[in-house]
C-alpha cells in the first residue's frame, strides 16, 4: 500500500493544472511543466484537490503510484517556487563565469569548458568559486548540476573539483613518508 500515493494534493492559488487523459499540464506565476503518465495510474482534479489512484494492484502499478504523485507535486512547486542546486568549485585557478546565459568554467585544463544552459534553466554565479542552477523543473535542474558535476568531480587527496555545497568529501591521506 502506497502512503505517499494515497495523499492527496492541494493546489496552491494561482496555479491551474488541467488532466487531458494522461497528459498533465500545470501552470504558474513561474511557468508552465508538463507531463505524460503511465495509463495504470489515474489522477482526477476535485476543486483543488489531486487524487491519484491505481487501476490494479501488480508491482509496476505500485511502483509508479507514489512516483507519479510526487512527479505531480514537484510539478506544482515548481511553477509557484523555483527549484536550485548550489555547487561549489575548489581548486588554485579554477573558476565560473557567467556569459550571457551560458556558462564558462576554468577547471585546469587546456581549454575553458563552455556549458549551455538547457531550456529552462538559469545559472547564476554569486562568486568566482560558486554556481547557482535555477529551474521550474526540479528532474531537469537536478540533472544539469550532475553535467555540471562531472566536468571535473571532486578528487579525494585534494579537495579540488566542482561538488555540490552540501556534498562532504571523505579526504584520503595520501602517500605516508618512510621512518
Known sequence: MSRIGNKPI????GVNVTIDGHKITVKG???TLEREISEKINVALEGNVINVTRNNDEPESRSLHGLTRTLINNMIQGTVKEYEKKLEVNGIGYRAQKKGKD???TLGYSHPVE????EGIT?????ANEIIVKGIDKELVGQTAAILR??????????KGIKYADETIRRK?????KK
Do not use: I
Not at 492541494?10 to 492559488?13: A, H, I, K, L
Not at 591521506?173 to 613518508?177: I, R, S, T, V, Y
Open 103 to 105: 556558462l564558462v568554467l
Open 10 to 13: 492541494t493546489v496552491p492559488d
Open 123 to 127: 545559472f547564476e554565479v554569486p562568486s
Open 173 to 177: 591521506e595520501g602517500k605516508a613518508g
Open 150 to 159: 562531472t566536468k571535473r568531480p571532486p578528487e579525494v587527496y585534494k579537495g
Open 29 to 31: 506565476p513561474k511557468g
Open 115 to 118: 556549458v549551455e544552459a538547457p
